[in-house]
Nanobody, 124 residues
Framework: VQVVESGGGLVQAGDSLRLSCAAS????????MGWFRQAPGKEREFVAG????????AYADSVKGRFTISRDNAKNTVYLQMNSLKPEDTAVYYC??????????????????WGQGTQVTVSS
């Protein structure tokens, strides 16, 4: 499967942004999907993940209550709604797919396919 992110940009603190990830392939619904991010000089970190059915989700503590992950299997698309953005949310955001659709993994090495990333910059 191939994944392509979109929706990044420059916003102010407190604003909202929605990222989209379009996936190719007829088996999109068989993948767990996730979002990771990487800020300059930092390691890539887990942001959110969603099971194949959307019935299970997981979030990093730093984004709980502010970010929401969702998916539309009919459109082969996963979304990341980001509200109340903070400067520390500034990073390149990556969409990723995991063939093990039975779990929502939080470690990057568990995921099999990665997009090129989209930049999110939050100014103070």
């Amino acid at each position: 499967v191939q994944v392509v992110e979109s929706g990044g940009g420059l916003v102010q603190a407190g604003d909202s942004l929605r990222l989209s990830c379009a996936a190719s392939g007829r088996t999109f619904s068989r993948y767990t999907m996730g979002w990771f991010r990487q800020a300059p000089g930092k390691e890539r970190e887990f942001v959110a993940g969603i099971s194949w059915s959307g019935g299970r989700t997981a979030y990093a503590d730093s984004v709980k209550g502010r970010f929401t992950i969702s998916r539309d299997n009919a459109k082969n698309t996963v979304y990341l709604q980001m509200n109340s953005l903070k400067p520390e949310d500034t990073a390149v955001y990556y969409c990723t797919a995991d063939r093990n659709y039975m779990v929502v993994a939080t470690a990057s090495h568990e995921y099999d396919y990665w997009g090129q990333g989209t930049q999110v910059t939050v100014s103070s």
